[in-house]
């Protein structure tokens, strides 16, 4: 089976409630006829709300950068699945590396928000990636089936239909040393094969991994024309509406 590329722009803490719309807007008009890429926006929670006005009618999807796995209760500052629910949102981003260096968040967190929101429609980007010193001291594959394993615990393999897995080396992050085609190809077949190995082949073939890490218009040809490589977890560059639409144009 082929499995359909999706290019997600994870915006951070960037654009405002007017430059969301400005982009929105921009970017309408230069996907109408695409429909071979799933594409998606994740703006701030603020922003959520008009993005998903603004592409209602559109192919453009839109997911939250974090949820919190709880219903409800006294967590100041957390966004519970009700919330994105209501806006209504297609995906969530789980488990990112600033999350995890700057937030605290672990493994074990992250899996606990993916088996809260796998319970929703609402589809999870569950994001996985080794440092550059545990690339260097040679235990990428490692932290890897380390990170894939806990993050999965318990998750069944029906459920895994509507997972997607990131992976962004946290070395390439933001730094624009990208990994090369080359080694993103190497870590996305072992992600699949762990799948394989802990679901099915079905599964795996099925399952969409996509690379992130100072990915832009440049580099995106080689990178998606990967085997293994079903799409881009894109920061930086997202927020460049011309940009972001050239590496969709690559994804197709
Ligand atoms: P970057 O970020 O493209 O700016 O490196 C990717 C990400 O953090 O998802």
Known sequence: MKRKKIIAGNWKMNHTIAETSGFINEIKGHVSEISDVDIVLCPTFTSLQTAVNLTRDTIVGVGAQNVH????????????????????????????????????????TVNKRL?????????PIVCIGEKLGERESGITEKVIAR??????????????????????????????????????????????????????????????????????SSNADDLLSQPDIDGALVGGASLDCSEFVKIIRSAE
């Open 147 to 216: 990170q894939l394993n806990d993050s999965l615990n318990g998750i069944t393999a029906d459920q895994m239909d509507n997972v997607v897995i990131a992976y962004e080396p946290v070395w390439a992050i933001g730094t624009g040393v990208t990994a090369t085609p080359d080694q993103a190809q190497e870590v996305h077949a072992f992600i699949r094969n762990l799948i394989n190995e802990k679901y099915s082949a079905n599964v795996s073939e099925n399952i969409r991994i996509q690379y992130g890490g100072s990915v832009k």
């Open 115 to 123: 088996k809260s929101t796998l319970t929703t429609l609402i589809k």
């Open 69 to 108: 796995w709880d219903r409800n209760g006294a967590f100041t500052g957390e966004i519970s699945l009700a919330m994105l629910l209501e806006i209504p949102v297609d995906y969530v981003i789980l488990g990112h590396s600033e999350r995890r260096q700057y937030f605290g968040e672990s493994d074990e």
